[in-house]
C-alpha cells in the first residue's frame, strides 16, 4: 500500500494563477481530510469528505474548493491564489470519522505564493 | 487567546534523556487528547491519545493528562535520535480536532 499520496511535492504560483492539489489514498477509507500547516500555527483543517460527493468545509475554508467524485482521489483547487496562502498543505484519510481514530498522512505539498 | 498553546521550542537534549513535552488548553470542552509526531518533511503520525485525566504508557512514551488545571505532558524516555521530530497535541471537542503549534525536539548522539 502507498497509503496517501500527494503531488506536487513543490510548487511556487503568483498571485492570481490557480492550481489543484492532488491527494490518493489507497485504503480504501472514506473519510479524507486537507490541512494547512503554517510555521508556528499547527495544522487547520480547510475541508473534509465522508465519501464519494460528499464534502464539508473546515476551520479555513475561503479561497478553496474540493470534490470528491472516488473514494480514491480528494484534489484540493485554488482560485487566485494569493500570498496568505502560502503553506504546506496535507491531505489525510481515516477509516471512520472518529476523530481518535489514526488519521494517515499525506508527505505535503509546500506551496509559495509570490 | 489560542485553544491549544504549545511551547515551539526547539528543544535539544543528550540521548538517554527524559524529555517532557507540554501544552495547555483553555476549552474545557475538550474531551480527548492526542499527541502525533511529525519528522521532517513528513506529514503527522498518531502517537497516542487518552481521554481521562490520568497517565497512558505506550513503551517509552508516557501521555499525562490533567484536566483540572487543563495540561497535558507527553514524556520520552531513554530519548534516541531517532526521537527528532516535532510533537504535535491535539484535541477534540463538538466534532473538532484541534492542533497545537507543535515542538521540534531534537535528540543529540
Known amino acids: 500500500n502507498a497509503g496517501v499520496t500527494q503531488t506536487p511535492k513543490f510548487r511556487i504560483l503568483k498571485i492570481g494563477q490557480s492550481m489543484t492539489l492532488q491527494c490518493t489514498q489507497d485504503?480504501?477509507?472514506?473519510?479524507m481530510y486537507w490541512y494547512r500547516q503554517d510555521p508556528g500555527m499547527g495544522l487547520k483543517l480547510i475541508y473534509y469528505s465522508v465519501g464519494a460527493g460528499i464534502t464539508d468545509k473546515g476551520e479555513v475554508p475561503n479561497g478553496y474548493n474540493v470534490s470528491r467524485s472516488t473514494t480514491e482521489d480528494f484534489p484540493l483547487r485554488l482560485e487566485l491564489a494569493a500570498p496568505s496562502q502560502t503553506s504546506v498543505y496535507f491531505c489525510?484519510?481515516?477509516?471512520?470519522?472518529?476523530?481518535?481514530?489514526?488519521?494517515?498522512f499525506g508527505p505535503g505539498t509546500r506551496l509559495t505564493v509570490l | 487567546q489560542k485553544e491549544v498553546e504549545q511551547d515551539p521550542g526547539p528543544l535539544s537534549v543528550p540521548e538517554g534523556a527524559i524529555v517532557s513535552l507540554n501544552c495547555t488548553y483553555s476549552n474545557s470542552a475538550f474531551q480527548y487528547f492526542m499527541w502525533y509526531r511529525q519528522y521532517s518533511r513528513k506529514g503527522p503520525e498518531l502517537l497516542m491519545y487518552?481521554?481521562?485525566?490520568g497517565n497512558k504508557e505506550d513503551g517509552r512514551f508516557t501521555a499525562q493528562v490533567d484536566k483540572s488545571s487543563k495540561y497535558i505532558s507527553l514524556f520520552i524516555r531513554d530519548s534516541q535520535p531517532s526521537d527528532s521530530a516535532t510533537y504535535l497535541c491535539?484535541?477534540?471537542?463538538?466534532?473538532?480536532?484541534?492542533f497545537g503549534q507543535g515542538t521540534e525536539l531534537s535528540v543529540k548522539p
Open positions: 485504503m480504501n477509507h472514506n473519510y
Open positions: 489525510a484519510s481515516s477509516s471512520t470519522s472518529a476523530l481518535t481514530d489514526t488519521q494517515y
Open positions: 491535539a484535541m477534540t471537542a463538538g466534532g473538532k480536532l484541534i
Open positions: 487518552t481521554y481521562s485525566s
